[in-house]
C-alpha cells in the first residue's frame, strides 16, 4: 500500500500546479450572523423547522421538572443521562435516572449540548469522558439542555468555540438537527428510522451567573 | 494476485434497460410523482429559504478548484492529521486494493459481521460481494439500502437507492425476509415497514464486529471525515463495534473546517431541500482513551481508482461532484428509464459521465448519447459543473471509437458534411420541409406537419 501511495501522489503531482490557499473571508449567510437579541429567536425557529420540540426552562435547577414532564408526556418511566458534573448535580427526586451510557433498551436519552448553532437550529454534541455518543442515538427519545448562552450564530463560531485553532477536535462531533427521519419508501417522510423518533430541546434562558 | 472487484457492467444493454422502464407504468408514476413533485420542489423550497444560495456555489465551485490543483498536498496533511488522532491511512489505487486492504482489518479482527453506512463508494468497489465471499456478513443498515440487499439489487439513484421500489413490495419482502413475525401482519402503512426494519436491524447494530462508512467529506487541517445522514444509521455503524473503516475517494478533500461549512451549506439544500441532513457527523481517529466510547481502531481508506487519471485533463471538473443527486433529479432521461438502465453504479449524468471512464466507451458508449443536452444537470449543479459539455466530451471519444456503427454513423457523417457548408444546409431544410408537407398524412405519426417555412428562412423574413 505504500506503493500505492508513492503512485497516487506522483500521478497527482504530474497533473496538477499548486497554489496557496486562497484564504477566503468566511462566506456566512446573513441568518448566520443574528445579533444577540435575534440569536435565540433564530435558533427556536429553525429547531422547530427542522421537527425539534422546544421547551423553555427559566433555570437550570428546573431541568429534572421538565424531564420528569417530558416522559410522562411519552410514556416512558425511566432516562439514562451523560454522566455530566452538572445533571449529576441536580435533585432527580421523583425521576428515575441513571447516569451512563446507552444500552439496546433505553427509551429516553439526556445530555447537556456543547453548542447550538442558530443558523439552522442545529445541537453540537461532542464525544468524551462523560459525553457518550451511543446515547445521541440508541434511545427513541433524545431529550437535550442547551444553555441560551451556548448558541452560537454559525458554523464558523462552533469551530471556535471547539478550539479548533489550537487543539484537536474530539473524536466525535455530532451536528443534529431534528429527530431522526428517513424517506426511503416512496419519498414519504418518516420520523424514527433509527436514531431518535422525537428530539426535545430544553432551552436554558437564564443568564449566565 | 489483483483482485478484480468492481460490478459487472451492463451499460451495453441500456436501450433494453430503457424499454422494460418505459414499459412499467407503476415505475412511470413513481418516477414523476417523486422527482417533479418531490426532489425538484424541494430544492426550490431549499434555495428559497437562503438568499446566498448562488454565492455559495460560486464559493464551491473554487474550493474545489483549489483543492484540486493542491491535491497531493492536502490528501498529505490529511494523512498527517488521521494519524496524530490515533487513525490509520491506507492508500488503495484501485478496487481490488481497496478491498484487500478492508478484508485484512476485517481478517485483523476476526469479523463475523460487518454494518455498513450508505456508501456510493463501496458500491464502485464491490465490496460486499468481497466481504461475502471471506464468509463476512455484510450489512446495509440504510433503509432504502437494506431493502435494496434483501432484494439482491442494485441501487437506483445514488441518495435514494430503492427509489424504484414501492411500498407493497418493500412489504413482500420484508414478510419473506422477516421469518421470526407473524406472516399475516398488517404491512400496508409505511410507519409500520420503518418500524420493523428499526427492529430487526438494531441488534444487528449492537452485535457487529466492524462498521464501515462512506465519507462525504475529509478536511485536510483535522484530519476529519464527515458523514452525512438523516436516518442516524451511519452513526450507530461507526459508534458501536470496536473498528471504524470509512472508505473516501481522493477527491473527497477540502482543506479547512470553514471549506466544509460552506459545502454543507449546499449539499443538503440541493439533494433534498433540508437546511442541513438529520446528522451530521465529524470523526477524527479513534476513540480517545478516557472517551465512554467510539471505535478503538480507526481506519481510512484512500481510493484513487484512476480518479488521479482524470486530473488535468479535459474531464477534470467531474472531480468537483460532490454527490448530491440534483442532476440526476432534474434530468429528463433519468425521469424516464429511472436507474437501473444506465447499468452501473452511477446513474443520470453525472454516472454518464463517470461510468465511461471505470468501465471503459466500449461498454458505456450510449450513455453520454441518453441525453438531451437541455443543460438542466448543469444549471442545478451546486458546483457548477459543465455536464453537457463533459458529455459532449465522452461523446466525441464514442464516435472515435467506432460508435455508433453502421447506417447512424454514415447519416451522421452525412450531416456533418452538409452542417459544414451553411448555404447547402438551407438548401436541404427547405427540401425537407417541402418533402414533409407534401408527404401529407403520410408523415410519420411523430412528425408534426411543418408550420411555414425553414427557421433561417423565417428569421431573415423579418420574425423574430
Not at chain 1, 162 to 176: A, F, Q
Not at chain 2, 224 to 246: F, M, R, Y
Not at chain 2, 295 to 311: A, G, I, T, Y
Amino acid at each position: 500500500m505504500t506503493l500505492s501511495r508513492a503512485y497516487i501522489l506522483a500521478k497527482i503531482k504530474t497533473a496538477t500546479q499548486p497554489s496557496a490557499h486562497p484564504r477566503w473571508s468566511a462566506l456566512i449567510p446573513k441568518r448566520g450572523q443574528a445579533d444577540k437579541a435575534g440569536r435565540t429567536d433564530m435558533f427556536v425557529q429553525e429547531a422547530e423547522y427542522g421537527l425539534a420540540t422546544i421547551v423553555r426552562v427559566p433555570v437550570f435547577e428546573k431541568v429534572p421538572d421538565a424531564v420528569a414532564n417530558v416522559l410522562r408526556e411519552c410514556n416512558i418511566l425511566k432516562i439514562k443521562a451523560a454522566p455530566q458534573t452538572v445533571l449529576q448535580n441536580l435533585n432527580w427526586s421523583g425521576v428515575d435516572i441513571t447516569f451512563g451510557n446507552a444500552t439496546a433498551d433505553d427509551l429516553a436519552g439526556l445530555v447537556v449540548a456543547k453548542a447550538g448553532v442558530a443558523e439552522t437550529g442545529t445541537l453540537v454534541l461532542c464525544s468524551g469522558a462523560r459525553t457518550p455518543t451511543a446515547l445521541n442515538f440508541l434511545p427513541d427519545v433524545h431529550i437535550v439542555v442547551l444553555r441560551e448562552q451556548d448558541i452560537q450564530d454559525n458554523y464558523e463560531t462552533v469551530w471556535q468555540a471547539l478550539g479548533s485553532d489550537t487543539g484537536m477536535l474530539p473524536r466525535t462531533v455530532n451536528w443534529i438537527t431534528g429527530p431522526s427521519r428517513t424517506a426511503d419508501i416512496e419519498q414519504t417522510m418518516l420520523l424514527g428510522a433509527h436514531g431518535p423518533r422525537k428530539l426535545v430541546i430544553l432551552l436554558i434562558n437564564e443568564k449566565p451567573g | 494476485m489483483t483482485l478484480f472487484s468492481q460490478p459487472n457492467p451492463q451499460c451495453h444493454d441500456f436501450l433494453n434497460g430503457a424499454h422494460d422502464a418505459l414499459a412499467n407504468d407503476r415505475l412511470q408514476k413513481q418516477l414523476a410523482k417523486s422527482l417533479k413533485d418531490g426532489f425538484q420542489k424541494k430544492r426550490l423550497k431549499g434555495m428559497s429559504r437562503l438568499p446566498e444560495y448562488e454565492q455559495l456555489r460560486d464559493r464551491a465551485r473554487d474550493i474545489k478548484i483549489h483543492t484540486l490543483e493542491n491535491l497531493d498536498l492536502y490528501l498529505e496533511q490529511f494523512e498527517t492529521q488521521v494519524i496524530n488522532a490515533g487513525g490509520q491511512v491506507h492508500w488503495a489505487k484501485d478496487d481490488g486494493e481497496a478491498c484487500q486492504i478492508i478484508l485484512d482489518i476485517c481478517d485483523g479482527v476476526k469479523a463475523k459481521t460487518v454494518t455498513k453506512g450508505k456508501s456510493m463508494i463501496t458500491e464502485e468497489i464491490g465490496l460486499n460481494a468481497q466481504l461475502k465471499a471471506q464468509g463476512i456478513v455484510p450489512i446495509e443498515t440504510d433503509l432504502g439500502e437494506y431493502i435494496i440487499q434483501l432484494r439482491d439489487e442494485p441501487p437506483s439513484h445514488i441518495i435514494a437507492p430503492a427509489f424504484h421500489i414501492s411500498k407493497e413490495q418493500v412489504a413482500d419482502t420484508f414478510r419473506q425476509h422477516h421469518a421470526d413475525q407473524k406472516r399475516d401482519r398488517d404491512l400496508s402503512e409505511p410507519t409500520t415497514l420503518v418500524h420493523e426494519a428499526r427492529t430487526e436491524l438494531r441488534a444487528k447494530f449492537l452485535s457487529a464486529d466492524v462498521g464501515i462508512t462512506g465519507a462525504n467529506f475529509l478536511i485536510a487541517e483535522s484530519g476529519t471525515g464527515v458523514i452525512v445522514t438523516n436516518e442516524g444509521n451511519g452513526d450507530l455503524t461507526q459508534s458501536l463495534p470496536s473498528v471504524h473503516i470509512a472508505v473516501g475517494s481522493i477527491e473527497k478533500i477540502v482543506p479547512t473546517l470553514e471549506d466544509a461549512d460552506t459545502l454543507l451549506r449546499l449539499l443538503a439544500r440541493t439533494a433534498t431541500g433540508q437546511e442541513l441532513s438529520v446528522y451530521t457527523t465529524f470523526f477524527s481517529g479513534a476513540k480517545r482513551t478516557t472517551d465512554m466510547d467510539g471505535p478503538e481502531q480507526f481506519h481510512l481508506v484512500l481510493l484513487d481508482n484512476r480518479r488521479s487519471d482524470l486530473l488535468g485533463g479535459p474531464l477534470h471538473d467531474v472531480l468537483r461532484c460532490i454527490r448530491c443527486g440534483a442532476c440526476i433529479n432534474h434530468c429528463p432521461i433519468y425521469g424516464k428509464v429511472s436507474g437501473h438502465a444506465y447499468g452501473w453504479v452511477y446513474p443520470g449524468p453525472i454516472g454518464s459521465i463517470l461510468t465511461p471512464h471505470f468501465v471503459g466507451v466500449d461498454e458505456a458508449h450510449l450513455l453520454p448519447n441518453a441525453c438531451t443536452m437541455c443543460g438542466r444537470c448543469e444549471e442545478v449543479c451546486p458546483v457548477r459543473i459543465a455536464l453537457p459539455k463533459l458529455l459532449r466530451i465522452w461523446r466525441g471519444r464514442a464516435f472515435e471509437a467506432g460508435y455508433p456503427a453502421g447506417l447512424q454513423r454514415l447519416a451522421l457523417k452525412i450531416w456533418a458534411a452538409l452542417a459544414k457548408r451553411a448555404g447547402l444546409y438551407r438548401w436541404m431544410a427547405r427540401l425537407s420541409v417541402f418533402g414533409l408537407r407534401l408527404l401529407g398524412p403520410l408523415r410519420p405519426y411523430h412528425l408534426p406537419k411543418p408550420q411555414g417555412g425553414t427557421f433561417m428562412d423565417r428569421y431573415n423574413g423579418g420574425e423574430k
